[in-house]
């Protein structure tokens, strides 16, 4: 049950849309859900090829000792990207936006509720398990079931589980793979693979890999300084998962930015893929773990344009990025970073 669901009206979104005369912006071309009640059977009609929603929370983050913030970025995104220049090239008329996760109440229960920080944390790990994970892989397994793909805008990088695991299992009902198990990309300063500690968003991709639903892992532009050796490890043993260094690509240009994305869907190419990019990855956006060094928006926007281009592509989830963190830091383009990517995603597989 999607009990923290909340579905846009098509006049919810004209009213963030500045309309202007002799123009289209996509917030007169997207389409919404009618009824609410009858999600499945509007996703099977609809002539849209891609379901847009949004995550925006940080419980995940703060279950994995990050700074809340991540739930503000997806109203700055839809500003903007309802805003976007309906056009021969981007019609909007390829998505339909659902409405996003509000788990306002959970986190505001959290924090009324713990004593003390490792309390809080164990909360929030505990709300990821058992909130979180099951209502977005219902969503996703909804979505998946009905022929479309699914453009998930987070939150933090937890999410990235109930992704691969709906994706897996509506693959699996479908009858398009012979087992619950798939693929995933990842564009990251970090691996996201550490122990399985309790729910967080630093684990997703070990919890699904473990749990048999990630069959192969890629990951492009792992920050040597932030990843711990335990990690790599594990990476390292691995069969099944192939990663790059931003040091190897940027610094000692052992192979350059196109050629990681091409050796990590060449790996993974055997399966469907979800695609992932986390934006704490792309240098001076706003994040828990922002960082001063790392890819470009450019080089950010040639991955989305790339993903768009694989026929193998199951699911796109774009996360961690916020307008504004618990800190009082703040920076007013992330939303419209996010929209430029999820543009030129879809631009390029149409």
């Known amino acids: 049950m999607l009990n923290h669901f909340k579905f846009y009206t098509k006049q919810d979104l004209l009213n963030q849309t500045r309309l202007r ?32 929603f949004g995550i925006p929370e940080s419980i995940g983050i703060q279950a994995n000792y990050g700074i809340g913030g991540a739930e503000t970025a997806w109203p700055s995104f839809i500003q903007s990207f309802v805003n976007i220049q309906s056009s021969d090239k981007f019609t909007g008329e390829e998505i339909m936006l659902t409405g996003f996760f ?16 490792d309390e809080k944390v164990d909360a929030c790990r505990h709300a990821v398990a058992n909130i979180l994970d099951d209502e977005v892989e219902e969503l996703v397994k ?9 453009i998930a805008i987070g939150g933090g ?50 919890y699904a890999m473990e749990e048999g639903y990630l069959g ?17 490890d594990d990476l390292y043993s691995n069969i099944n998962i192939q990663y790059s260094f931003y040091e190897d690509i940027f610094m000692h240009e052992r192979l350059n930015f196109m050629q990681s994305l091409a050796q990590a869907f060449s790996f993974t190419d055997d399966q469907f893929t979800i695609v992932e990019l986390d934006l704490d990855a792309v240098e001076g956006v706003l994040s828990s773990a922002m960082t001063p060094s790392g890819i470009s928006a450019i080089h950010a926007r040639q991955y989305m344009n790339f993903a768009g281009t694989n026929q193998q592509i199951t699911a796109i989830h774009i996360c961690e990025g916020a307008e504004r963190l618990q800190n009082g830091l703040e920076n007013g383009h992330t939303g419209k970073l996010i929209a430029y990517l999820v543009s030129d995603f879809i631009k390029s597989a149409v």
């Open 216 to 232: 192969k892992y890629a990951i492009v532009g792992l920050h040597e300084n932030y990843n711990p050796q335990s990690m790599l």
């Open 102 to 117: 509000d788990f306002s109440e959970v986190m505001k229960m959290i924090d009324s509720h713990s004593k003390s920080p």
């Open 142 to 150: 909804t979505i998946i079931g009905s022929g479309k793909i699914p």
């Open 21 to 52: 005369r002799y123009e289209t912006k996509l917030g007169e071309k997207l389409r919404v859900v009618e009824d609410p009640l009858k999600l499945a059977e509007a996703l099977a009609v609809s002539s849209a090829r891609f379901v847009l």
């Open 157 to 206: 990088h937890n999410n990235c589980y109930p992704i691969i695991k709906g994706s897996a299992k509506a693959l699996h009902k479908l009858g398009k793979i012979a087992r619950p198990q798939i693929n995933a990309i990842n564009v990251d300063a970090h691996a996201d693979f550490r122990i399985m500690e309790g729910r967080h968003s630093g684990n997703g991709f070990r």
